[in-house]
């Protein structure tokens, strides 16, 4: 069983910066990949960012690439997204995910999570 906690949403203005994290209660932290995935108002749930459960492997969006950054403490069994130069399209509640395993072939596909948060709100206003 794993249980994810996301929090650090809030409302910013554009170009500001934020930092989610999400605390795990799960067994094998270490051993799990993670993910961000954001959904904004009206449309399908996306794919934000990965890393695997070392974490040496990143993935990202197009969208958010030199923008936000992924990373995980093990030790803290916390999953973070630092995020700069926010802009109004990025505006969306942001989840984290847990897969089974390590890494995927496709970090990207929310399908390859089998655990999610219950989701924090960033708001960028312009």
């Known amino acids: 069983q794993v249980q994810l906690v996301e929090s650090g949403g809030g409302l910013v203005q554009a170009g500001g910066s934020l930092r989610l994290s999400c605390a795990a209660i799960?067994?094998?932290?270490?051993?799990?990949?993670l993910a961000w995935f954001r959904q904004a108002p009206g449309k399908e749930r996306e794919f934000v960012a990965a890393?695997?459960?070392?974490?040496?492997?990143?993935a990202y969006a197009e969208s958010v690439k030199g923008r936000l950054t992924i990373s995980r403490d093990n030790t803290k069994d916390t999953l973070y997204l630092q995020m700069g130069s926010l802009k109004p399209e990025d505006t969306a509640i942001y989840y984290c995910?847990?897969?089974?395993?390590?890494?995927?072939?496709?970090?990207?596909?929310?399908?390859?999570?089998?655990?999610w948060g219950q989701g924090t709100q960033v708001t960028v206003s312009s």
């Open positions: 890393i695997s459960g070392d974490g040496r492997a990143t």
């Open positions: 799960a067994r094998a932290f270490s051993t799990r990949a």
């Open positions: 995910a847990a897969d089974l395993a390590s890494w995927s072939s496709r970090p990207d596909l929310d399908v390859e999570y089998a655990y």
